[in-house]
């Protein structure tokens, strides 16, 4: 995550390509409205696949969702409120964040690599796993790559 022109899709194509030219089965997904990832990565390997999620789509399934599940215990009133809390900025991220999970459970033994939209302020996902904060952010990655090399 981060705003844009930081190189989030470079990085995430460049990921991709490398490991569906190494033979593994990898799935390739963005948010991001400006990525034209699909114009061209799609056919380019046998190994690679391409999806996008498209931001507004997912935030109505998710409002949907959860007004058709927990909303349908409400009155009129709680209804409305819960109508509220659904048009925060975050709903969009929450909404995304689900469709990411659930390419990631889609992508079986893939290898899943997720390109995001440009954000500048987020409230899920901000914070790296444990072990990649104790070194640079971007360790974990090289090191699966050499690794693979040697």
């Given at each position: 995550?981060?705003?844009?022109?930081?190189?989030k899709t470079t990085l995430a194509a460049a990921i991709a390509v490398e490991l569906a030219g190494r033979g593994l089965p990898v799935h390739l997904t963005t948010?991001?409205?400006?990525?034209?990832?699909?114009?061209?990565?799609?056919?380019?390997?046998?190994?690679?696949?391409?999806?996008?999620?498209?931001?507004?789509e997912a935030t109505a399934r998710y409002r949907q969702h959860v007004m058709d599940t927990k909303g349908a215990q409400l009155d009129a009133e709680g209804r409305a409120l819960l109508e509220e809390d659904l048009r925060s900025p975050c709903t969009e991220e929450i909404a995304v964040f689900q469709a990411f999970s659930r390419?990631?459970?889609?992508?079986?033994?893939?290898?899943?690599?997720?390109?995001?939209?440009?954000?500048a302020?987020?409230?899920c996902c901000s914070t790296p796993p444990a072990h990649t904060t104790a070194t640079s952010p971007g360790r974990w990655v090289r090191r699966a790559f050499i690794s693979r090399r040697r």
């Amino acid at each position: 995550m981060g705003k844009g022109g930081v190189g989030k899709t470079t990085l995430a194509a460049a990921i991709a390509v490398e490991l569906a030219g190494r033979g593994l089965p990898v799935h390739l997904t963005t948010s991001d409205p400006a990525a034209h990832l699909a114009d061209t990565l799609e056919g380019s390997l046998p190994n690679l696949a391409l999806s996008r999620i498209d931001p507004q789509e997912a935030t109505a399934r998710y409002r949907q969702h959860v007004m058709d599940t927990k909303g349908a215990q409400l009155d009129a009133e709680g209804r409305a409120l819960l109508e509220e809390d659904l048009r925060s900025p975050c709903t969009e991220e929450i909404a995304v964040f689900q469709a990411f999970s659930r390419a990631i459970r889609e992508g079986g033994r893939k290898f899943v690599v997720m390109d995001t939209a440009p954000q500048a302020t987020p409230c899920c996902c901000s914070t790296p796993p444990a072990h990649t904060t104790a070194t640079s952010p971007g360790r974990w990655v090289r090191r699966a790559f050499i690794s693979r090399r040697r």
